[in-house]
């Protein structure tokens, strides 16, 4: 491990309850019958704690996914909350983060920045959120609109929903608070600052109503992967989500990318952490893994993998022909839902020929790599060391076995080969992660 | 205790961290460096649980009281945030309620439904909402807004607020999910609803992400005391907070004011509980109570009593005379902050001269009641028993002394009078306020 540079920075992703496969939930280790059990959700972690995790990093909808009816027959639509969630957690865990996915779009700057800021005082220094906008016109329509806000102008919107929540954190100096009995001053007035923000969205007063967070910010985590969503995490990311890749020299452009944005915003490039996503099918052989895979897919209803990519590319496919060539008029500039993913799908049809039953059959599986303890530990080892990532988010297809196997086969050969701490190397996720606390914008 | 009557129902209410007296935070047993400790709130909810309390019940404003200096210089101006506290506290405790107050004034009630129902899931059925509307132009302008909402409008946007949460807690109906591995049906499409309310204020789709709570609904407590808080409380509450007073007499007819409230909406009278406040000053004499009482005025410094007084009257008052007759020209139907305070100050002003440091001192003084352990005893037990309350909202004015005599003195008097349960009589907060859980709106 070189002496200047952090080991490698993992996070443990959840989105469905079930694993990040959508049909996971049928698999034979799965426990559907727990997805809102505190008790499942501190196993995670706690399995998550033991493998020297980061941070669990809970994604997060705002919505029930019934644009198509095979969503609400065979997808998992219920999960917790992810605030109350960690802050459950925060008392049944000692170390990892908590990251909360928390939407710029349909909410207030004031309550995000109390409930981390409160988040990260229950756990001691532990909270992260996860910045994301919200992309779906069903969370527009929970939200009193109709549509969803223009692409452009929720990134704007996010841009200064982050401005503000770290204005608000910065409301009291670390040292504002006096506490003295004797003389009757509980805080020096001289300490505490009236942000008094106006922007194009947001109008807000301050103060915060609570003091400065542990980890003077929470850190923040950005999964945007299109241009507007690459230039917020440049400015103000200390962890980007990304979609991860099987082409190395494609990784190590998006890593440079991502650094050379942090540098060019006057930031230190070490400052922002790059942590593609890996979605790993472990078997003890690659052909094991392959046959997991496979059972995988058997528990998806085509109809499922069929509507998933309706809803990815906007449109209603299911009038289309399965088994006949797919065409489709792509139009990135015009699509409002998530621009990285839509324009990964028409970069697929660019390299061949899909009849829809290969597009759809083929957009779900290239997402897991499948691998064995060590051609998976070798890879992550290789990622990082070839600088194409500084970590990365573990999205486990099956719970709870595929993370189980991930923190007993492979982190024990990352830790063997100097790349990942056989310990926790402090107590709040800044120091997990490698970075340092941030002053206040207020500070002399 | 009579067959059918519910046995009296207490709330360990909690404003200011350090007590409900403004500056409670430096008598002797306060602990003001640990207001943003999570073991500070857990050990007041653990001694507030040995006394059988059915809920903890954590009041909130959405800013810092900074419309006077004094305000920043002598009250704790910082707190947890409601929910993030309660999802912990939910880990560290086994039976009492958790009541989180959530304002409808600035929130989205697809957050909030999700919020309370994600709680009630970490709690196994121990969540419940302290509705309150935002009364004071600084929470605007945390939110967006130059000025409060007028008083009527707040109250109705209250009401269409609370029929959306608890329209969303109904979007499963309570065997909506199947979790069926074999067919592949996660849920029961026709058991899943879609709420489509548009209203003059609010407009959601549905359905929420979430299952139906254990609780059905988490209860709904209330604390609006105006004409328009109290029919809207009649119609919706499951609990009411009353301002609580000396005067039996007039207790009895608030009581059967809400009573006559809820039957008239068609409810039954007994699922609506009146639970005056109640700020105990205790003492083994009634002498020591006073001495205790005067012990905690001194610490006010007068600034903060009048300031508190300008910020109720919603009028700057420092230049007034301190010790001549005070003259006020009031106005309830345009006062536009709480009315039901508002209006009590002016109704003792219409009792005799006053002076204005004459009134602040009364004002701030009338909230307490002192009394030695068998005097409050048979106050709470008589108040019972001749039906001006159903229970009590207990508020300390000193912590974590007060509640540690009132769990040690005064709750072993009320249960040995058989008024009060020796045991919780069930896990669920409504088991706790006998009331059943409701019905979905869909059931048929």
Not at 8 to 26: D, K, M, N, Q, S
Not at 266 to 291: F, S, Y
Not at 341 to 359: H, K, N
Request: charged residues 25%; hydrophobic residues 40%.
């Amino acid at each position: 491990m070189s002496a200047q540079r952090h080991p490698i920075v993992l996070g443990a992703g959840l989105f469905y309850p079930g694993g990040e496969h959508i049909t996971g939930w049928r698999s034979p280790a799965a426990e559907p019958d727990r997805y809102l059990d505190l008790d499942y959700y501190a196993e995670f972690a706690r399995t998550a704690e033991d493998g020297r995790f980061a941070t669990v990093f809970i994604a997060d909808e705002l919505y029930v996914w019934d644009r198509y009816d095979s969503g609400i027959d065979h997808g998992v639509n219920i999960r917790p909350e992810p605030l109350t969630l960690l802050s459950a957690l925060s008392q049944l865990t000692t170390k990892i983060g908590l990251a909360a996915t928390v939407s710029t779009t349909y909410n207030e700057p004031y309550h995000v920045a109390r409930k981390l800021a409160s988040l990260d005082y229950l756990s001691e220094g532990r909270a992260a959120w996860n910045l994301v906008t919200s992309a779906s016109d069903e969370e527009a329509r929970n939200f009193g609109k109709d549509a969803n806000l223009d692409h452009a102008v929720r990134y704007r919107r996010g841009e200064e929903f982050v401005d503000v929540v770290q204005g608000l954190w910065d409301s009291w100096d670390d040292d504002a608070l006096r506490y003295d009995k004797a003389s009757g001053f509980f805080a020096d007035r001289g300490k505490v600052h009236v942000l008094d923000h106006q922007g194009e969205f947001l109008s807000v007063r301050g103060p915060l109503n609570i003091a400065r967070p542990p980890q003077g910010h929470p850190p923040l985590f950005q999964a945007g992967a299109s241009e507007a969503g690459r230039a917020l995490a440049g400015r103000t990311a200390d962890a980007v989500f990304t979609l991860g890749s099987d082409d190395l020299a494609a990784g190590q452009r998006l890593y440079r990318d991502y650094k050379l944005r942090a540098r060019r915003s006057g930031r230190d490039p070490e400052a922002v952490k790059v942590l593609p996503a890996l979605q790993p099918v472990i078997g003890r052989t690659l052909a094991e893994a392959e046959e997991k895979l496979r059972s995988i897919e058997e528990l998806t209803p085509e109809q499922v993998a069929l509507d998933l990519l309706s809803h990815w590319l906007g449109e209603d496919l299911g009038a289309r022909e399965l088994d006949e060539k797919f065409e489709f008029d792509p139009d990135v500039a015009g699509f409002n839902q998530s621009k990285s993913l839509y324009a990964s799908i028409i970069a697929l049809l660019g390299e061949r020929d899909y009849t829809l039953r290969e597009l759809y059959r083929t957009v779900l599986r290239r997402r897991f790599v499948l691998g064995t303890p060590d051609s998976l530990a070798d890879r992550l080892a290789t990622t990082y060391e070839e600088h194409a990532a500084d970590g990365f988010i573990l999205m486990f297809p099956t719970l709870p076995d595929t993370l189980t196997d991930f923190v007993t086969e492979v982190v024990p050969r990352l830790t063997d080969r100097g790349v990942y701490p056989a310990e926790y190397a402090g107590d709040t996720l800044r120091e997990h992660l490698g970075l340092a606390r941030p002053g206040s914008r207020y500070a002399a």
